[in-house]
């Protein structure tokens, strides 16, 4: 649904984002997790087809960037980091004014939004200025606007910044319901917990895309080295040695009596590794492959100095 | 809804809500209507309090020498100079109307962060700038002409009785009010996008077009106020100027006015 190849952008000779490359299958949830400036915003930018890229393509539901921008922005809907809507205006006459610029059909039109109003418990506020509203009602509305014009692929940027935590469980379970109707959605956050919770496949970006894979394959590190806890009835003493002597094991940490092994292509080496620990009398007691979470990942790719420039 | 409608009915209720532009609009059209009148009512007298005063005396020169007013009587001569002259202030009215809408239209979409919602909908950038242009200048433009077609009205009314002939519409306040008075506010609808793309806050956009725009078009019809009233090639002249400077404008906002400058560049 979405395919981007090396697509840069720099600003005033400053790059935003470069070389970014990914594969978003129609029906998933992309989160793109990073820190403030390091690209996300950009990016969702670039494949709207708001920013022209400096080098590189992007085709999104079939639109080829550059060739017909306004066609691609016809079937895409963006949340953006801030609501953004006429304060001075009723929800209503908000609501109604941007379906227009969608020009949807008049004859669904307020079928649509009246819908919407209705699951996001605003239809009785309908009538009030927006200018009234709370944070977390704006972004019910903002989310409205993004969906009302049955998109095929939805981009959110922060999309429960600032919101409190009831306000944000309504808007991640709205974005579960979203992709439950096959729709493709882009979620950028640094919010590790929310991507965690949504995410079908995480990109991880500093101005540069440093991952982009499955949440579990991220967690397993199926494609690096990953860490195996083993448990042992006595402690280690010339096993361990035996142990690391493995060309497979990359380190070795005791943790509170349990012993963890970093160890390359664990589905392979695991076996090899309790076989090593028991030819050489070590008394396995239990092997837990050790996922990692989600933080961890993210701190390893972007390390704690924020955007590298 | 064409684009253009849909913005231009958006900026009617937010102007009608707007405590910094709806003065503006509730006070000039009026203004623009009492004037011509109560010159029209008063121009002998006005002219009889001191017949020695040099102002006077340089209106009375004037109207002496223009071979239209030869064949009138001194007071109809006069009143008719002053409904002439008072064509400059209907093409003051669009100018400050329009540039004061524009400039709040610009930074009310940046202050209430509208502009990436609105950018991410299929319209094209031509027609979000239309649709700019056109919801400051309609407005204006038609509260110009009402003003001015209510005014003729009363000063017809009021004088016909006294000089038995219409002394509007004349034909350079048909051309000021209906072609010169557009093209003057479409120039400060279009000075105003431009400019108040840099402005951040409502403060800042009505001093700006109050300090920059208003005064430049002021100056403006300073510089062709006293020959407009008198040849009709002036008229002209003025007109293709001002359609110039429209042209510079529109070509200056046609390359601002693109989704990416406006993300980017736009404070």
Partial sequence: MISASMLSRSFDGVPAVETLSFEIPEGSLFTLLGPNGAGKTTTVRLLLGLIAPDSGTATVAGYQLGQSNNDLRSVCGLLTETPGFYDRMSAWENLIFFSQLYRIDQTVRDQRIEHHLRAMNLWERRQSLVGTFSKGMKQKLAIIRAVFHDPKVIFMDEPTAGLDPEASVMVREMISKLKGEGRTIVVCTHNLDEAQRLADIVGIINRRLLVCDTLTNLRSGARHTSAIEIELRAPLGDHQLTAMKLPFVKGIDNKDGKYVFEVENPSINTPNLVKALVDSDAQVYAVRPQTRDLETIYLQCVGEGGVDR | MNVSLLFLRKELREVLKNKFVLPVYLVLPPIAVILPVL?????????????????????????????????????????????????????????????????????????????????????????????????????????????????????????????????????????????????????????????????????????FTGLVIVPAFMILIGIFGKILTISMTAVAIACVVVVLLVLFLLRLNLKNFQREEILTRWK
């Fill in chain 2, 39 to 207: 010159f029209a009512a008063f121009s002998p007298q006005i002219v009889a309090i001191d017949q020695n005063d040099p102002a006077i005396l340089a209106i009375l020169r004037i109207v002496k020498n223009t071979p239209e007013f030869a064949h009138m009587g001194t007071d109809e001569a006069i009143t008719r100079f002053f409904m002439r002259s008072l064509v400059s202030f209907y093409l003051l009215l669009p100018v400050g109307l329009s540039s004061i809408s524009a400039a709040f239209s610009v930074v009310a979409e940046k202050q209430q962060r509208t502009l990436e919602p609105i950018l991410a909908t299929p319209i094209t950038d031509l027609e979000f700038l239309i649709g700019k242009l056109l919801a400051s200048l309609v407005p204006s433009i038609i509260l110009t002409w009402a003003a001015a077609i209510l005014a003729a009205v009363i000063v017809n009314w009021i004088t016909w009785g006294k000089y038995e002939t219409a002394l509007l519409p004349e034909r350079f306040w048909f051309v000021g009010v209906f072609l010169l008075a557009p093209l003057m506010g479409m120039a400060s609808v279009l000075a105003a996008i431009r400019l108040s793309a840099k402005m951040s806050d409502p403060q800042s956009a009505n001093q």
